[in-house]
């Protein structure tokens, strides 16, 4: 991507970003910055907390882990970890004419069933996105004011036979409350790094998709009223829930700068 396209891109995202009420202009300019110059962040796992690294590596691997972090802490240096996107991917994946999406029969069909779940909801489907990592997919939906993902990992090391996940975010009209948005999810550990504390964050691991939107908007309505979702809004309201989790993790300084 050329600079002068960049700047357009740039200026979309602030347009939105400031409807939110999410940046700063010098915030702004320096993620114009990283955005230009594809610079990536990483997570310090040094500063992160033993809940958020127990949920990043499981206990077998964070014990194999755990004399490098402490290491790291005791020298108070960076440990590099996984990569954190500045920006989410706006370009959708490549359809698969006549292939189902999933590394599995059984992923496949888990795929299928919470797509005809959501559709059935009244959702609205829209397209697949690969995250940084290349076996890391989201599908999106909308419905209503709810701006819905479905996640899924199509990698090789990984259990690709696990239920896709589901998360449901809505945003605030105002901050009357404290908080910004809500997110409400099916996943059974927590994020990694935990979220902004401007998130209103709910997990209900094995609740239906139908279960979940209930629990959402009931969540919604005791914090307020919900904000409409802008033109194309799926990747305006996701990204600017990461962009309001990465003020918070710059904040403890648990994201570094490779280089």
Known sequence: MGKGAASTVLSDRWSWRASFG???????????HRYAAKVSLQLNLATL???ELLSLFGAQELQRRLPEISRARLEGHALPGPA?????????A??????????????????SVLDAELLNLGAERGNVYRLPSDDLLVRAYTLGDVALAVHWNEGQGTARTVQPRLRLLT???DRASGLAC????????????????????HQHPGASPAELLKLHQQYVLRLGRAQKLPEGGWLAVWQ????????????????????
Do not use: K, Y
């Open 22 to 32: 999410l940046a700063s202009w010098r915030e702004f300019c320096q993620s114009f």
């Open 49 to 51: 907390t033993e809940g």
């Open 84 to 92: 954190i996107p500045e920006v989410l991917p706006d370009e959708p």
């Open 94 to 111: 490549p359809d698969q004419p006549g292939q189902l999406w999933g590394a599995t029969p059984e992923q496949s069909r888990a795929l």
């Open 171 to 173: 945003w605030l009209r």
């Open 182 to 201: 809500v997110l409400t999810t099916d996943a059974q550990t927590q994020p990694v790094p935990s979220p902004s504390e401007e998130m209103d964050v």
């Open 240 to 259: 600017a829930a990461h962009d309001l989790n990465l003020a918070a993790w710059e904040r403890r300084a648990v994201l570094i700068t490779p280089g």
